[in-house]
């Protein structure tokens, strides 16, 4: 079955609106990132936060490893936000092998 | 910091050719090195693992003699996709470890004509 598991697929929000993005996985994440790319983009590496709460400018990720969950919060969305958010984790302990969610499409109109 | 340096960015290959692709760690050791491919419109699937003195292991769908990867030493790795067709296109990427976390390049895009 889907290891990573991405919620909501696509999200429309106004600028200035927060956006909450949701990763749930099947197993124990040892690691997990959060991702951002553009359409037709490179990837840009987010936040790495295998437990906890984690910080950077605009967004927020909290991991909850005994639920097998984690969030992104996004505040004050803005235009320039749009585009896929992952979350990725590995698979197993060391192995080094993330797998990676479908993504979450945001969109930010004015 | 730690950072991975993917080259090129953005390639073009004709059809039925192959087209090399580089991973450098720096600022730190890339005991291990992933291989990821996104095809359009899709999300990311791994390709292959290399460990430094170590046989690398592909996954299933994807083998050696299509994407062979070379993992001299612990701060380069390179990728070729032989005989590149239209399926073969999209953001190829490289994620590279010291020990616990992976630090993860921007891709290699490759459009193929």
């Known amino acids: 079955g889907q290891q990573v598991q991405q919620s909501p697929a696509s999200l429309v929000l106004q600028e200035g609106e927060n956006a909450e993005l949701q990763c749930n996985f099947s197993s124990t994440a040892t690691q997990l990132q959060w991702f951002y790319q553009r359409p037709g983009g490179s990837l840009v590496s987010l936040l790495y936060?295998?437990?906890g709460t984690k910080h950077t400018g605009r967004l927020t990720s909290t991991t909850v490893t005994k639920e097998r969950r984690s969030s992104l919060h996004i505040s004050s969305s803005q235009i320039t936000d749009s585009g896929t958010y992952f979350c990725?984790?590995?698979?197993?302990?060391?192995?080094?092998?993330?797998?990676f969610g479908a993504g979450t499409r945001l969109k930010v109109i004015a | 910091g730690a950072l991975v340096y993917q080259y090129p960015r953005r390639t073009i290959c004709k059809s039925g050719t192959s087209m090399r692709m580089e991973c450098q760690a720096v600022?730190?050791?890339?005991?291990?090195v992933a291989w990821y491919r996104q095809s359009p419109q899709k999300t990311f699937e791994l390709i292959a693992l290399?460990?430094?003195?170590?046989?690398?292991?592909?996954e299933q769908n994807f083998t050696q003699e299509k994407f062979p990867i070379s993992h001299p030493n612990l701060s380069f790795s390179s990728m070729t996709v032989l005989n590149a067709y239209l399926e073969d296109r999209g953001l190829y990427l490289c994620?590279?470890?010291?020990?616990?976390?992976?630090?993860f390049g921007k891709g290699t895009r490759l459009t193929v004509v």
């Open positions: 290399s460990t430094v003195n170590s046989a690398i292991k592909y």
């Open positions: 994620g590279a470890a010291p020990g616990t976390e992976v630090f």
């Open positions: 600022g730190f050791q890339a005991t291990s």
């Open positions: 990725a984790m590995e698979v197993n302990t060391g192995n080094y092998k993330y797998v």
């Open positions: 936060n295998p437990s």
